[in-house]
């Protein structure tokens, strides 16, 4: 059995995380079975979460996880998939979680306004992790610093609400451009990308920051139906 160690479920999503989502829907791709528990990221391998543990090993980085468990279980997703189709698989991965999760931090950290409906989940998950009342506020703005500080180190935070908005729109109508009709990234069947890319739209779109990327996405019918497809495949079962 795998261990996939993760934060904390919040509004209708299965984690705060789209990197432990990205996973958990690899998973549920692949048929693994899996429990979710939650993780501590000073005990992660890369003091990140995601990790998992299999076999006695743990295993950090949502990549290099699914590498695992491709290697241990193998891999009927991406089979059909020639060197072209990896290529753009690869590409749209980046962009998505080296440059649109970044996005997505802004929005939920950075933004005074994003940071506000972001606050009561994280009160609510420091409560369910017994942290003192009087605490909580002091944890969550520490956490704040500290994720301000990457956000400006990476580059992102140093963008004004308008630059950033542009970027994440930019980089959301790429993914409908690309996908057009097809149900899938890659036209019928669900491949690794799809992990991916449902994960990440879904931090956007279903959850309740009020923000340019997402008032772009919601304009664009072929991404809603993807994610609710996805989801409906996945996760309502
Ligand atoms: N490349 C990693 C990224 C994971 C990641 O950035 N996790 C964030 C949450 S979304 C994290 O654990 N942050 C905690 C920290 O940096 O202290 C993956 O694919 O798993």
């Given at each position: 059995m795998i261990t996939v160690y993760k934060f904390a479920s919040a509004w209708d999503q299965p984690d705060l995380s789209p990197f432990v989502v990205k996973l958990e829907t690899y998973l549920r791709m692949a048929g693994i079975e899996y429990k979710g528990v939650p993780g501590d990221v000073r005990k992660a391998p890369k003091k990140k979460l995601p990790y998992v543990e299999h076999d006695g090993r743990l295993i950090g980085d949502s990549s290099f996880i699914i590498d695992h468990l491709k290697s241990t279980f193998g891999d009927k997703l991406d089979v059909g998939l020639g060197s072209t189709e990896r290529a753009v698989a690869a590409s749209f991965q980046s962009m998505i979680e080296e440059q649109l999760y970044f996005i997505i931090l802004y929005q939920r950290w950075q933004d005074d306004g994003g940071w506000e409906t972001y606050t009561p989940v994280l009160r609510e998950i420091l409560a369910g992790a017994h942290v003192p009342a009087p605490l909580r506020g002091l944890i969550a703005s520490s956490i704040r610093k500290g994720i301000k500080k990457t956000l400006r180190a990476q580059g992102?935070?140093?963008?004004?609400r308008a630059e950033v908005d542009a970027i994440g729109t930019r980089i959301v109508q790429s993914i409908s451009d690309w996908m057009g009709?097809?149900?899938s990234f890659f036209g019928q069947n669900p491949t690794t990308i799809d992990a991916t890319v449902y994960a990440f739209l879904s931090a956007i779109m279903d959850t309740p920051f009020v923000w340019g990327v997402k008032t772009h996405a919601e304009k664009l019918p072929n991404l809603r139906s993807y994610v609710d497809r996805m989801k409906g495949r996945y996760w309502l079962r």
């Open positions: 992102t935070g140093r963008h004004t009709a097809n149900p």
